[in-house]
Nanobody
Framework: QVHLVESGGGLVQPGGSLRLSCEASTTVVRLYTMGWYRQTPGKQRELVADISPGGGIDYADFVKGRFTLSRDEDKGSVYLEMNNVQPEDTDVYFC??????????WGEGTKVTVSS
C-alpha cells in the first residue's frame, strides 16, 4: 500500500505563489511516476505535471512557465512550486503515484483557492 500525504494548499492572491508538498517514501518516489493532478467539482481530474522515475518531467500547457515540479528522493517527497497563480488555478490538487504495471495511488488532496 502506498500512502501519499499532500500539504501546502490554501488561499493565495492572484499573481502570488504557493508550494505544494506530497510526502510518500524514498522507494515510491524513485520507482513510481509521481504526478500532480487537479480537479474542479463536476469535472474530470486533469494532469498538472508529472515526473518519471528517470527524471523526465511533463507539464500541462496551462501551467508551463508558471509551475515547477521537483523531487527529493532522500525525503521521499515531490513538490509543486506554483507561481503567478490565477483564479482559474483554484482547484483541489491531488498527488498521484503510478507504477509501471498500472498500479495507481492517490492522496486525499489539498485545496488551493486563488482569490483577492
Amino acid at each position: 500500500q502506498v500512502h501519499l500525504v499532500e500539504s501546502g494548499g490554501g488561499l493565495v492572491q492572484p499573481g502570488g505563489s504557493l508550494r505544494l508538498s506530497c510526502e510518500a517514501s524514498t522507494t515510491v518516489v524513485r520507482l513510481y511516476t509521481m504526478g500532480w493532478y487537479r480537479q474542479t467539482p463536476g469535472k474530470q481530474r486533469e494532469l498538472v505535471a508529472d515526473i518519471s522515475p528517470g527524471g523526465g518531467i511533463d507539464y500541462a500547457d496551462f501551467v508551463k512557465g508558471r509551475f515547477t515540479l521537483s523531487r527529493d528522493e532522500d525525503k521521499g517527497s515531490v513538490y509543486l512550486e506554483m507561481n503567478n497563480v490565477q483564479p482559474e488555478d483554484t482547484d483541489v490538487y491531488f498527488c498521484n503515484a503510478e507504477f509501471m504495471c498500472g498500479l495507481s495511488y492517490w492522496g486525499e488532496g489539498t485545496k488551493v483557492t486563488v482569490s483577492s
